[in-house]
Nanobody, 129 residues
């Protein structure tokens, strides 16, 4: 069973930075894609970023491109989301997700919640103005 545990959320002023971590366990993740999603109060959960574990190709939502960076550490089985130049509209619960079938999938599908089979519990990010 795959387990995903997020950490690193918190409260920060606009313009600040945070780094989220997602520790993955339970499988070998070489064929996986890992994604970050976020959900603000009263809104749908939305795609933020994704990375193919093998090869490290990355994908971003337009709203975070050039501010956020997704990366992974193979030795630690951990995926990171470095968030810079944070804005109040980035306030949300951030979720890590895992797609075990990424080897067979076009990156087009990485933006969809339904692509991912495993989810973490989420970590709160609050950006104050």
């Amino acid at each position: 069973q795959v387990q995903l545990v997020e950490s690193g959320g918190g409260r920060v002023q606009a313009g600040g930075s945070l780094r989220l971590s997602c520790a993955a366990s339970g499988r070998a993740f070489g064929s996986y894609a890992m994604g970050w999603f976020r959900q603000a109060p009263g809104k749908e959960r939305e795609f933020v970023a994704a990375i193919r574990w093998s090869g490290g190709s990355t994908y971003y939502a337009d709203s975070v491109k050039d501010r956020f960076t997704i990366s992974r550490d193979n030795a630690k089985n951990t995926v990171y989301l470095q968030m810079n130049s944070l804005k109040p509209e980035d306030t949300a619960v951030y979720y890590c997700a895992a797609d075990p079938d990424a080897s067979y999938r076009s990156s087009y599908f990485f933006t969809a919640k339904s692509t991912y089979e495993y989810w973490g519990q989420g970590t709160q990010v609050t950006v104050t103005s």
